[in-house]
């Protein structure tokens, strides 16, 4: 007897749907060689920090007490509900679970979580707990959920161990996810007194849209001069604009330079006319279709996610959480099958061959998204669901059209005497072929009718211009900054045809990505709604919140930018590739957050940050004697809501505030004095000491 384990009912149902007659069980279904039973997603977590190093009795709230946390074996245990109490549906499922894989007459366990490293140890992990004694387990890999392919798949099973290195990936990634989570979480938040969301990914995407929205914040926006020369010819106006650049204050170089180029004869030294056809986009990978998405229809990531998600369990889409725009090599018969029924309902396709869709090189574990033979009823289909679904499969359509997008390349070259060659390039389609199934169409740009040798009138004259500020993210351009956060944006467009994209999968399959198509969605949901960032079309900006985090991060010293981010997604590739162990992995990050809770080093009251605790009493108030205590933005009397209204920044001027300072202000009426300030308005740097004069907090500069 087999025993399948599904990763969610949905996908045990499609299985069933594909293998033949099920009858309904409690908790699985029942076949005459066969048990189909399921997870519900996650049905174990990490076990939380408290299990490895328990609080003393009675204590309930965070501390440092137990940190850091570095288990030598990380535990799973069933997950619980929100507020820690027992989910009796996980439990009830696990039980049932645990009671088939240790039935006598099953002798062979099947996998069938997601098609991905997360699928693939929701299950394992689920197994591992089931089973008493040792039985031979496999794999079924689902790139779609139609029936046919469950039945392909179930005939091909491999042995699960095939898949060990990627779960060792899954749980490497897990484990150090947990380390990054858990540890500086809950140090940033005992620091701080607020709630602070530190993940190894959460953060640098935060950074990112916080950088961007400080630049925009902070540009200053510069005049200069380009020159430029807008004149008819032949009745049809030819706009000429010079690479030449002059400053805000150099407009009388400009002018002699338009009458430099004015007093020279302009002519038409070449017109290249060029029959070509213009080559679709590529298919989808997830982040690109993502942005198509966006980009057309404002649609957040996580509804587009949760919509090509549906249409998967529902048959109609390939599986959707992949990085690849490419198809195997292995599927060319699949695709065929696909075209045929795309040919039945009247769609111009035909088969082709060629490498820039076929290409194994550039797929790491799934293929790029297609429709499936399996083709929807549209009228079943909600709108937001047939907008994806439609751009999936016109995609498809565009990739396979048997019709070429036919158009007239033109290329005028005009010299201006010797100073200054122009290039005009224009476009004109001439038959539209797989355009007319693809959005993502290119516009005509009519040239100027002229011929070799023609003089063209020019009259060059200075433009006032000003630089313009970096723009916010939105979904297109973070999801392409997360992808590769490393190259410029300028050069990640949409669609790449025709250009060499080697690089960008090289560095893909190196792991230099923030976050991966399957989770990244859920972190950036995750920052909207921890209220760090928000999304407004398809815009993203900071919110308060987000940039509170990332200053408190900056001053507390815990540097997680992209850097670090992508050199233990790196880490985590090997261990994919089988070169790295999982413990030698998850060391390097124990190493990283170790460094966090290193004692600080003893400094002179001059040179000393040490801003302590939420909560920790550093004295006495002056006004009214109360303590005064650490709060979310520095040193505040606890009693102010009697009015006492003493409060001291633990920042200012760029410098960090110690609790030694401020004790010694307390009882003394001045600091000692602070090296390090740097003024708002010069951005010089200088020293002083701080004295209290009455509730407020002023520099003092007679102590130098």
Known sequence: MILIIAEKPSLARNIAAGLGDFRRRDGYLEG??????????????????????????????????????FPTEFCYELRRGSGGERDYGVQKQFGIIEQLCNRPDVDTI???????????????????????????QKRLWLPDQTPETVRAAFDEMNDDSDYDNLASEGYARTYIDWLYGVNLTRLATLRTGALLRVGRVIVPIVRAIYERDMAIKNFVPEKYYSIASK??????????????????????????????YNACTAKVTDVKRKKDSISPGKLYSLSKLQNVLGKKYKMSMAQS???????????????????????????????????????KLGYPVVFKD??????????????????????????????????????????????????????????????????ETFTLKGLSIKEKGWMKYDDASQKDKILPELKKGDAVNIN??????????????????????????????????????????AEEYRAMLEGVELGTEATRTGIIDNARNSGY?????????ILPDGIYLVESLERMGINMDKFKTSEMGRALKRVFRGENGVDETVGL?????????????????????????????????????????????GYGCSNYKSGCKLQISAYICGRAISKRNVALMLESGRTSVIKGFVSARTGKSFDAALRLEGERCVFDFSLK
């Open 305 to 343: 996610l949760e919509i090509v998600q549906k249409l998967y369990e529902e048959g109609y889409l390939t599986y959707p959480r992949t990085n690849s725009e490419y198809l195997a090599t292995a599927e060319k018969d699949k695709v065929k099958k696909i075209l045929s029924n795309c040919s």
């Open 32 to 69: 005459e060689n066969c048990l189909i039973s399921w997870a519900f997603g996650h049905l174990f977590s990490l076990a939380d920090i408290e299990h490895y190093n328990p609080l003393p009795e009675g204590e309930r709230r965070w501390t440092m007490k137990n940190l850091p946390c």
């Open 460 to 501: 060059f004259a200075p433009v006032e211009k000003e630089t313009s500020p970096p723009k916010h993210y939105t979904i297109e351009t973070l999801n392409n900054y997360l992808k590769n956060p490393f190259r410029e944006e300028k050069a990640m467009a949409e669609d790449t045809v025709g250009v060499d994209d």
């Open 354 to 419: 060629k490498k820039s869709i076929f290409d194994d090189s550039k797929i790491e574990s799934h293929s790029a998204i297609t429709p499936t033979y399996k083709i929807p009823d549209k009228s079943r289909l909600s709108e937001s669901e047939m907008q994806v679904y439609s751009t999936v499969f016109r995609r498809f359509i565009a990739v396979f059209c048997s019709e070429d997008c036919l158009a007239e390349k033109v290329e005028i070259t005009i010299a201006v005497g010797d100073l």
């Open 231 to 260: 004149e008819q010819t032949n009745g049809e106006t030819v706009e000429l604009q010079s690479k030449l650049k002059f400053g805000g204050n150099e407009y009388n170089k400009a002018l002699a330079k338009c009458a430099d």
């Open 589 to 633: 990050a124990k190493d990283e957050i170790a460094q966090y809770f290193a004692p600080l080093p003893e400094l002179s009251l001059e040179e000393d940050t040490d801003t302590g605790f939420f909560g920790d009493v550093v004295g006495k108030c002056p006004l009214c004697a109360s303590d005064v205590r650490r709060n979310k933005f």
């Open 533 to 541: 960032i928000q999304l407004k079309k398809d815009v993203y900006t």
């Open 110 to 136: 099947v996998n069938a979580g997601d098609a991905d490293r997360e699928g693939e140890i929701i299950v394992r992990t689920c197994v591992n707990k089931a089973l008493k004694t040792p039985k031979a």
